[in-house]
């Protein structure tokens, strides 16, 4: 019995008995220093993952700065460009049915190109000549609104005694610098005029001619772009973003132009409807200031009201205009868009008014009329974009 005692206790010697409990003894001991170095590396692993946000972030930041700045420094060139693209994505799914018909591309987007041409040029010289008649008048609707208006005629006669102060300040021997100065100003103005009016014709040709080749290339300048990227997930991601942006682009540019349209149409026969005069007019500048967000809707109401004062001689009828015009504005930016376009389209208003400033600095009334294509751009791609996703959720409403 007593050699069987022993020989269990020298089993558990050697299988392990006392040794192992001191090996657990042991790594109990050193478990809290591999833990705490673990934590310590762990902690050091997110700081350094929290400094390469950071500065993502901002060289992402810096990199947004440089490149609206060199939109801005090249709108001459960037202008005619991104029109190019936004009405090749209009007018894409044109050449593709003509495609379909065997007619070649080449010849699809010379069609297309030309008939969009007519009807612009169509739509310009009949709507020309109204829209001069008015502009000349333009000078004289400050005393005509004062004369319909008791609360005009003040401030009307203020600027009017303000003007006359300036115009015989130093009286009459100063008359012949005062003529020089009238003389210089038309001439510089004559420049100005003749300046904007040749970079608006060369901007119109290279649309036109940008336009042409897009069409007309079709798809085949996307193959070449994946055909340069290095790797078949690049590759991947590339086609399905082009794809994906010109899908829901042409959907939402045709969209958006269809309701544009259809809003001058009854804009214009609500004008003529009241006996407004020239209501093509009307109806296609409500169209057209569509396109800009909260501030279009504004200043149509405003020029309705001002040509409905100096057209009619009661007030009672010249408010029903406007006010005709506020109720057809409100059913369709509240019921009629958001019920088409969906929520899947929509945008979020702070990102819309930010557009809207950021663009109309620095492309005038054109960058105002393409803020929300280009957002609409935006925020597609970084729906597609893993890490931009967030961004895209916040572009959305």
């Not at 990199?63 to 190019?84: D, K, M, N, S």
């Amino acid at each position: 019995m007593p050699a069987s005692v022993d020989m269990s206790a020298t089993s558990n010697g050697v299988h392990g008995g006392p040794v192992n409990r001191t090996a657990e003894t042991e790594a109990r001991a050193d478990t809290p220093q591999e833990n705490t170095a673990q934590h310590a590396e762990e902690e050091a692993v997110e700081q350094i993952g929290r400094t390469v946000n950071v500065q993502t972030v901002f060289l992402g930041i810096i990199a947004c700065l440089l490149v609206l700045y060199t939109l801005y420094a090249a709108r001459t060139v960037a202008i005619p460009l991104v029109l190019a693209c936004v009405l090749n994505l209009v007018l894409t799914p044109v050449v593709l049915a003509l495609a379909r018909a065997r007619i070649p591309e080449p010849v699809g987007a010379g069609l297309v190109v030309f008939a969009f041409l007519a009807l612009l040029g169509l739509g310009l010289s009949t709507l020309a000549e109204p829209a001069a008649g008015w502009l000349r008048r333009l000078p004289f609707i400050i005393d005509q609104l004062g004369e319909r208006l008791d609360v005009l005629r003040a401030p009307a006669d203020q600027l009017k005694r303000a003007e006359e102060a300036l115009t015989n300040l130093g009286g009459e021997e100063t008359g012949e610098e005062v003529t020089r100065v009238a003389v210089a100003q038309q001439t510089t103005l004559r420049a100005i005029l003749l300046n904007e009016t040749t970079r608006f014709g060369i901007g119109a040709v290279a649309t036109l001619v940008l336009l042409y080749f897009m069409l007309a290339m079709g798809d085949k300048f996307l193959r070449h772009l994946v055909a340069a990227l290095p790797d078949f997930h690049a590759k991947k991601q590339a086609v399905e973003i082009a794809h994906q942006l010109q899908s829901d682009m042409s959907h939402y540019l045709l969209t958006v132009t269809a309701i544009n349209i259809g809003l001058g149409a009854v804009v214009a026969g609500a004008m003529l409807a009241t006996g407004m005069p020239n209501p093509l007019l009307w109806g296609a500048m409500a169209g057209v200031l569509n396109c800009i967000p909260f501030l279009g809707h504004t200043v149509s109401a405003i020029i309705v009201a001002v040509v409905a004062l100096l057209s009619f001689p009661e007030l009672g009828d010249a408010l029903i205009p406007p006010g005709l015009f506020i109720v057809i504005a409100a059913l369709e930016g509240n019921v009629i868009t958001p019920m088409i376009l969906a929520r899947r389209l929509t945008l979020n208003p702070v990102a819309v008014v930010a557009a809207l400033l950021i663009w109309g600095w620095m492309w005038g009334i054109i960058g105002m009329l393409l803020a929300v294509p280009l957002l609409v751009v935006m925020k597609i791609a970084c729906d597609q974009i893993g890490p931009l996703k967030p961004v895209g959720e916040f572009l959305g409403s």
